[in-house]
């Protein structure tokens, strides 16, 4: 059972970084690393088919979706992304930035977020999806297959 969004770190309306320190397997990992929110709404933060991917599920009506350009390596790996708010008022996009180890291998633009409420009844998630998915290209639990080691939600 994950965090309910009430007592999770708010990620609406503000720039924020999650980190993963992780194991990920020779073969590779899939599986979900982060999660907050649902069908309804929310962020996911992924690794599928030997990328990285985050998420933004916009109540529903647009879901926004940055893939890294290159695998993630395999052994111990940092695994992050930043997202750096617009700002200007509820709700603006900003700048998706994921990182391999501190190296950046993906960026994209998020148009839209959610300003208020995510979901009543979904939770924030750590290596699983324990709730409807924010994005549909998985079905959860959508387990993490590799280790995490730690995990780390910075609020700006």
Do not use: C
Not at 49 to 54: A, E, M, T
Not at 71 to 93: A, C, E, I, M, R
Not at 112 to 128: L, N, R
């Amino acid at each position: 059972m994950g965090l309910p969004e009430g007592s999770a770190p708010d990620l609406k309306n503000k720039s924020f970084t999650v980190t993963a320190e992780t194991q990920v397997p020779s073969k590779g990992a899939n599986g979900m690393i982060f999660t907050h929110g649902g069908f309804t709404a929310g962020w996911g933060f992924y690794t599928q088919n030997g990328k990285l991917v985050v998420s933004h599920n916009f109540l529903d009506m647009e879901r926004y979706r940055v893939v890294s350009t290159s695998n993630v390596p395999t052994g111990k790996v940092t695994l992050s992304f930043h997202f750096q708010y617009d700002g200007g008022g509820l709700g603006k996009g900003g700048v998706v930035t994921m990182f391999a180890n501190g190296k950046q291998i993906g960026q994209g633009r998020i148009e839209k977020t959610v300003p208020m409420k995510y979901t009543s009844f979904e939770s924030q998630d750590i290596g699983q999806d324990a709730g409807t998915p924010v994005d549909n290209t998985y079905k959860p639990p959508f387990k993490f297959d590799g280790k995490i080691d730690k995990l780390t939600v910075e609020l700006q």
